[in-house]
């Protein structure tokens, strides 16, 4: 891989981590794990483990559904 793209790729994964650690709202929180995961799956991809990239790609929109249902409901019941 190229070392500009690894170090663009890591720096990304790196604020989406950030990101997540600090962010409370739920949405917020999503947006920054997308971000990490995009920034992730390159490198798992480099590394030839497709099997597991294409479980973290299918994982990773289903987790996200899951979680905005669940942060839905908390919305509409006000708590």
């Not at 905005?68 to 409901?73: C, E, K, Q, V």
């Amino acid at each position: 891989m190229i070392e500009f793209l690894q170090v663009v790729l890591a720096a990304i994964a790196l604020l989406g981590a950030v990101a997540t650690a600090l962010s409370r709202d739920p949405f917020d929180k999503l947006i920054a794990l997308g971000v990490m995961i995009g920034g992730i799956l390159p490198f798992i991809v480099d590394r030839g483990y497709l099997d597991v990239a294409v479980a973290v790609a299918l994982l990773a929109p289903i987790t996200t559904i899951f979680v905005l249902t669940l942060a839905w409901r908390r919305d509409e019941d006000g708590a």
